[in-house]
């Protein structure tokens, strides 16, 4: 029997990138899922694919929403529960760097910027969690978080308000962990490195951006020992380990980085020693 077989996931960002291939697995695996996004043409291809692959029109509900705002919260809890019943599994997924209309970065970047990053990246995560948490306390669910390596404690000049976003959001799932495990509810996170999706495409940048970008970064070990940028199924089939209960019931509150090798470079080491003496 399929692993997630009588599951129902809520998916949110699932309308491109790493949110897209959890929910091609969720569903691929039997679970019930819900997905979600602002563009309706990209949720479209979202659904198209995982139809493709041969899992049934009942076990997929396709809800265009802004999840930072509290009608689409709503409707994408009740549109859930209205054909599945039930929910297993929430996945905050849905996140965003948000450029400054005007090309600032650092701490030229506007207060507006600011909150919009926030409302996205956390806000909307800690809404969404507020939602689900009866539903979840029902079936004994799970959280998974979608966090960064922004948010580690390194600093992130160019794009600090994402950083500080996902940095708070670490700590929300490391204190919800412990706050819902009493409902026997279980909230860990992924904190992905670079990845090749849309993401640089949603900052406003031309298509061939993220290859560019993942060009340099895999031919840069100081970037990325691992030599490759990861790809959307890298993470998802983290969240699906992190979902399924049977092989991770005892990681509670953790964040599974999974980033070629990125955050352990540090600058001074990034060249060899013996190298830079010999020259
Ligand atoms: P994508 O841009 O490919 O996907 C982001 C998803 O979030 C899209 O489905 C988008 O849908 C959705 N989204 C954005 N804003 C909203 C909103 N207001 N309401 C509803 N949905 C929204 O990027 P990724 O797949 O890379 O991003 C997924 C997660 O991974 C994010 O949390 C991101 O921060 C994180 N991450 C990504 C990294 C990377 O290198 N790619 C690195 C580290 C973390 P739509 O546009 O249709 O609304």
Redesign the pocket.
């Known amino acids: 029997m399929p692993r997630f077989s009588g599951k129902t996931v809520i998916i949110?960002?699932?309308?491109?990138?790493?949110?897209r291939s959890a929910a091609l697995l969720f569903a691929q695996d039997g679970a019930n899922v819900t997905i979600?996004?602002?563009?309706a043409e990209?949720?479209e291809e979202t659904r198209k694919l995982i139809l493709k692959s041969g899992v049934s029109e009942s076990h997929l509900n396709s809800v265009v929403?802004?999840?930072?705002t509290s009608g689409?919260q709503d409707l994408l809890v009740k549109s859930t529960l209205d054909k599945f019943g039930k929910i297993h599994i929430l996945v905050n997924?849905?996140?965003?760097g948000i450029p400054d209309a005007t090309g600032a970065t650092g701490t030229d970047q506007s207060i507006d910027v600011y909150h919009k990053t926030l409302q996205?990246?956390l806000q909307a995560v800690i809404e969404m969690t507020k939602k689900v948490k009866p539903h979840l306390m029902e079936t004994k669910g799970e959280i998974i978080n979608?966090s960064?390596?922004?948010g580690q404690p390194r600093a992130q000049p160019d794009f600090m308000y994402y950083a500080i976003a996902k940095a708070a959001l670490d700590q929300y799932t490391r204190s919800t962990a412990i706050d819902l495990i009493q409902y026997g509810i279980r909230v860990n996170s992924v904190s992905?490195?670079?990845?090749a999706?849309?993401?640089v495409?949603?900052m406003g940048m031309p298509d061939a951006a993220t290859q560019k970008l993942c060009d340099f970064m895999s031919s840069h070990k100081e970037c990325i020992p691992a030599l490759v940028a990861g790809q959307?199924e890298d993470i998802a089939n983290i969240i699906l380990f992190l979902a399924d209960r049977k092989l991770s019931s005892y990681i509670i509150g953790q964040s599974i980085i999974a980033d070629g090798g990125s955050t352990l470079v540090m600058g001074m080491q990034a060249h060899s020693f013996l190298d830079i003496l010999k020259s």
Do not use: C, E
């Open positions: 949110t960002g699932s309308s491109n990138g790493i949110g979600t996004g602002r563009n990209r949720l929403a802004d999840v930072t689409g997924n849905a996140g965003a996205l990246n979608i960064s390596v922004a992905p490195g670079l990845v999706t849309g993401f495409n949603a959307p």
